[in-house]
């Protein structure tokens, strides 16, 4: 779950810096000197992401790629986070045993997961 929340804001931060203005420029150069911070490899992982020494063209065409391929892997991942959750069942972290008024995952919530993705 917590993937999945990355993901999509990892979707809508490079989807931010697509109508390149001013604040599209800015934001992703803020941003992006952050990762500066991290020792020994930090200046060169902010380098290889802006594809040169800044925010250039070279920086927009990667964040439409990302743009474009993140909800596919949003997808794939929402069916993988599924599968896990039809394999095993949610956790209990009260541990209360309660399986009397259980109802199984399949068939019910996975025609609720079928209606959801329509």
């Known amino acids: 779950g917590v993937v999945l929340l ?3 804001m990892m979707t809508a931060f490079v ?4 109508p390149w203005g001013q604040m599209s420029f800015w ?3 803020v ?3 952050l990762l500066s911070a ?3 490899v930090g200046d060169s992982l902010v380098q290889w992401i802006w594809g040169g020494f800044s925010v250039d063209n070279a920086t927009l065409n990667r964040f439409f790629a990302f743009h474009f391929l993140f909800p596919f892997i ?3 991942m929402t069916l993988i986070h599924l599968l896990f ?5 949610s956790n209990n972290p009260l541990g209360i045993n309660s399986n009397s008024d259980k109802i199984p995952f ?6 609720k997961d079928l209606l959801g993705f329509a």
């Open 6 to 8: 990355l993901l999509v």
């Open 27 to 29: 934001g992703p150069t």
């Open 85 to 89: 959750l039809h394999e095993t069942g």
């Open 74 to 76: 949003i997808a794939a």
């Open 38 to 40: 991290v020792p020994y």
């Open 31 to 33: 941003i992006t000197n």
């Open 15 to 18: 989807g931010y810096v697509l």
């Open 106 to 111: 399949h068939p019910y919530f996975s025609y």
